[in-house]
């Protein structure tokens, strides 16, 4: 079995080569790319049985990998390896694609292998990677997958009233006057969330979710007041873009 690892940190990519080597012995070749083109590239030259796939990557995003190859084509099985998971997450466990978080660990390695390994004798990896590409696309994933001091914390978005910037950390605000501050700068929850209807960016330090938009004020500036009292500062270049969402709401 020939395997490639797809990963833009060289520390993670040595260290699973490491693993790999040590405690898989069924896989006789290991080819390591830095990004997802130059994966591609190792895929389509070689014979390839199983693809640990980075999901955050610069440039094109592993979950990119359906852009590049025809479904109908791929032969191998992927295994989607991530230091942060976010609400894709749950696509892959519904749709029986496994996945590993970093740091990663050498018995959930041997694990992935073995499950892989199984599906590809069993010729599953057409029907799988066609359940995942649909749950990728669906909108019942509504959860957010946090990073937390002793693993993954699964937070509905409806639960979340808005996101404020600290530095390199986000400060989420949530129901019940929960607050949590999470190792992610606030562009990284904005790029997954903003797509979302409810999630709007008025300032750049916050995003709100608009469905607990309670009150517009406009004294010494505008601002939002949501459900929760927290007053949200809105931009002057996004004053009139925030007013024509409102007036649309009606």
Known sequence: MKVVII??????????????SEYCSEIEEI??????????????????????????????????????LDINDITF?????????DYAIQAFEF???????????PNKVKEAV????????????QQ??????????????????????DGVLFVKLEDIFLLEADSMYTQFYLKNDKK?????????FTDLLESKDMFYKPHRSYLVNLQYLQKLVKKEGTYIELENKFLVPVSKDKKDELLKIISELN
């Open 7 to 20: 990963d833009d940190e060289s520390k993670a990519r040595s260290l699973l080569h490491t693993i790999i």
């Open 31 to 68: 080819f390591q790319a830095e990004n997802l083109l130059k994966g591609i590239e190792i895929i389509k030259k070689e014979d390839i049985s199983i693809v640990f796939l980075d999901i955050e990557m610069p440039q094109h995003s592993g979950l990119q990998l359906f852009e590049f």
């Open 77 to 85: 099985e992927v295994i989607f390896t991530t230091a942060y998971s």
């Open 95 to 105: 749709s029986a694609i496994d996945y590993l978080l970093k740091p990663l660990r």
């Open 114 to 125: 073995e499950k892989a390994k199984k599906a590809l004798e069993q010729n599953q990896v």
């Open 128 to 149: 799988r990677l066609t359940e995942l590409k649909k749950a990728l696309s669906s909108e019942k994933f509504n959860k957010l997958a946090l990073p937390v001091e």
């Open 180 to 188: 949590m501050l999470i190792s992610k700068p606030l562009k990284y």
